[in-house]
């Protein structure tokens, strides 16, 4: 009986390895200040790309001038393995198997990548409404799943109301927009998720250590981990 019951509860954690991944929402800035730079971020595409395995969903969220007002889910799939392949077979002892499966995973893994340069060849716009792009990846969050916020974005938030590079953000100014934001239910429930920002660049250096202190706060507020904060990623996501 024993034994029964623990082939059961091997047999239940294959399962929910399987049949669970994680929920990644990619936001991408769509700005003209943003993306004439996207060469420079090749790589750490390849690495969010190749961090994304079978099973895993992924959203992709356009940060352009009304994030929010004119929501931008471009894509929302499943990595899957089409159903005639059954993934409780050990590849290890099936080498054409293992070399199928790879095949699958680098095709989608392809096409996500050319989505993500797609966006960030086309034409840029005027502001960028981050928080409004927070506001909708908050929307898009699973319970009981590992969720991963990745935004590729300088973090300049150009709204009408919000403009990062004109205001000068002071302690006094970051805390004054941070209960403002507060106070308009705009700092987004983050709870648990992983957020890797990538993309960070200002005109000199005291704007971007203070964008960066906004945002440290901010995350902060949205009970979210802050896992990568800089120009490349620095850091695993598995």
């Given at each position: 009986?024993?034994?029964?019951?623990?082939?059961?509860?091997?047999?239940?954690?294959?399962?929910?390895?399987?049949?669970?991944?994680?929920?990644?929402?990619?936001?991408?800035?769509?700005?003209?200040?943003?993306?004439?730079?996207?060469?420079?971020?090749?790589?750490?595409?390849?690495?969010?790309?190749?961090?994304?395995?079978?099973?895993d969903?992924?959203?992709?969220?356009?940060?352009?001038?009304?994030?929010?007002?004119?929501?931008?889910?471009?894509?929302?799939?499943?990595?899957?393995?089409?159903?005639?392949?059954?993934?409780?077979?050990?590849?290890?002892?099936?080498?054409?198997?293992?070399?199928?499966?790879?095949?699958?995973?680098?095709a989608?893994?392809?096409?996500?990548?050319?989505?993500?340069?797609?966006?960030?060849?086309?034409?840029?716009?005027?502001?960028?409404?981050?928080?409004?792009a927070?506001?909708?990846?908050?929307?898009?969050?699973?319970?009981?799943?590992?969720?991963?916020?990745?935004?590729?974005?300088?973090?300049l938030?150009e709204?009408?109301?919000?403009?990062?590079?004109?205001?000068?953000?002071?302690?006094?100014?970051?805390?004054?927009?941070?209960?403002?934001?507060?106070?308009?239910?705009?700092?987004?429930?983050?709870?648990?998720?992983?957020?890797?920002?990538?993309?960070?660049?200002?005109?000199?250096?005291?704007?971007?250590?203070?964008?960066e202190?906004?945002?440290?706060?901010?995350?902060?507020?949205?009970?979210?981990?802050?896992?990568?904060?800089?120009?490349?990623?620095?850091?695993?996501i598995?």
């Amino acid at each position: 009986m024993k034994k029964l019951i623990l082939i059961l509860t091997i047999l239940l954690s294959a399962c929910a390895k399987v049949n669970k991944g994680f929920n990644f929402i990619i936001l991408v800035d769509q700005s003209k200040s943003f993306t004439p730079f996207f060469s420079k971020y090749t790589n750490s595409i390849d690495k969010v790309v190749n961090a994304i395995g079978f099973y895993d969903t992924v959203s992709i969220i356009s940060i352009n001038s009304f994030s929010e007002i004119e929501p931008a889910v471009l894509s929302k799939y499943t990595f899957k393995l089409p159903p005639e392949i059954d993934p409780f077979i050990d590849q290890q002892d099936n080498y054409f198997l293992k070399e199928k499966i790879d095949s699958i995973l680098n095709a989608q893994r392809k096409f996500l990548k050319e989505k993500i340069i797609k966006m960030l060849n086309a034409e840029g716009t005027n502001y960028t409404d981050i928080f409004g792009a927070l506001k909708i990846a908050e929307k898009l969050l699973v319970n009981n799943t590992k969720n991963i916020i990745i935004i590729f974005s300088d973090m300049l938030n150009e709204s009408h109301n919000l403009n990062f590079r004109k205001i000068n953000l002071t302690d006094s100014k970051i805390n004054d927009i941070i209960t403002s934001l507060k106070s308009k239910d705009y700092i987004p429930d983050l709870t648990g998720s992983d957020v890797y920002v990538i993309g960070i660049r200002a005109d000199n250096p005291t704007r971007l250590k203070q964008v960066e202190k906004f945002w440290r706060l901010y995350f902060g507020y949205a009970n979210a981990n802050l896992k990568n904060y800089s120009a490349d990623l620095l850091v695993g996501i598995r």
